[in-house]
């Protein structure tokens, strides 16, 4: 009977041990990553971009013999479209917060604590003094000011056009500043272990090029495959590039895989264009049954999207190669 605990108590404190240097190495290894610099280009873009000639014209006269404060028009259309832009299309307050002063992107003991910083002009906000080039890196590379990966999804807004960031901007700084300081990122356990290796990526790292060109111009707002493509580029963070589904990359254990999107058996085949959108403002499938998260956060910003918009994504699944999903 001793002989057996002895050999029980060496057992859990080799396991301990183990235990212990494996989370050892895996808060060294990320560490590491965090603290490496990576290469991003410079670019620039006006904030906000000013009326084109067709603008300007749409007018009349006074616009064109400079009777109307044409900065002023531009900045208010701008606010206009970015506010569009954060609540339909890139789901920004579901990170940020509905005042954009910080908010909670996974508060999990063994995940860890991954919040989204304040992006007011308040004390406290991440981008105080941020240049087109900043806003860059940060939403379209996942890459600090400083040059350090951050948390930022930036792999889903890889589409996103330099029209459409400027607009983003403009609203944000419209907004009311907030003061409020927001912790860094921290992981627990389990998530330290996971971005050691690997299977909790960071954004920077899920794109391969960070000196690609950008769109200057989002495609035209119609309801087309092209413009429904621009769109869809915020569904693959989730339902990959292929749009055909499965298990969600480094989501948590009770989120069910992604549905396949792609017009296969196994995914939107069947489905008339009506039942899509119950789907996407509702949140009820075909057969009654309701989703579940993460899709049902996406439920408030899509009953926010146009009709044009709704119908463009819809044209774009139906025109994506059909596949049984292969994650």
């Given amino acids: 009977m001793k002989t057996a605990l002895k050999i029980a108590g060496l057992l859990v404190g080799l396991v301990v041990v183990v235990v212990g240097g494996g989370l050892v190495w895996a808060k060294s290894t990320v560490a590491s990553k965090l603290e490496r610099t990576i290469d991003v280009h410079t670019v620039d873009f006006p904030i906000p971009f000013p009326l084109d000639e067709a603008e300007i014209t749409a007018l009349g006269e006074p616009a064109q013999g400079s009777a109307l404060d044409l900065s002023a028009i531009a900045d208010q259309r701008a606010r206009e479209r ?15 917060g509905k005042d954009f002063g910080g908010g909670v ?38 890459v600090r000011r400083d040059g350090h990966p951050s948390a930022m999804p930036a792999e889903d807004f890889q589409l996103m056009s330099d029209r459409e960031l400027s607009d983003i901007i403009t609203y944000l700084r419209s907004m009311p500043p907030v003061d409020k300081e927001v912790a860094p990122v921290s992981f627990g356990p389990l ?3 996971l971005a050691a290796t690997g299977k909790l990526p960071l954004s920077a790292d899920l794109i391969e090029d960070h000196h690609s060109e950008h769109l200057t111009e989002p495609p035209a707002t119609e309801a087309t495959a092209e413009f429904g493509r621009h769109l869809a580029g915020v569904c693959t963070g989730c339902h990959g590039h292929d749009l055909q589904g499965g298990p969600i990359p480094a989501g ?9 999107l792609t017009p296969h058996v196994e995914g939107l085949a069947d489905w008339t264009y009506a039942q899509f959108v119950t789907l996407m403002r509702e949140g009820r ?19 926010q999207m146009t009709e044009t918009e709704m119908k463009a994504l819809w044209a774009y699944l139906r025109s994506v190669e059909p596949g049984p999903g292969s994650r």
């Fill in 105 to 142: 992107m996974v508060d999990d003991p063994a995940i860890g604590r991954l919040l989204g910083p304040n992006v007011t002009t308040g004390i406290g906000s991440v981008t105080i003094g941020y240049t087109a080039a900043d806003w860059d890196r940060i939403v379209r590379h996942g």
């Fill in 82 to 96: 970015g506010k569009h832009l954060v609540v339909a299309r890139y789901a920004c307050i579901e990170c940020h």
């Fill in 285 to 303: 499938r075909p057969d009654g049954t309701q989703t579940r998260m993460p899709m049902t956060l996406m439920m408030t910003y899509a009953g």
């Fill in 191 to 193: 998530g330290t272990l």
């Fill in 252 to 260: 948590p254990p009770d989120w069910p895989p992604a549905a396949n």
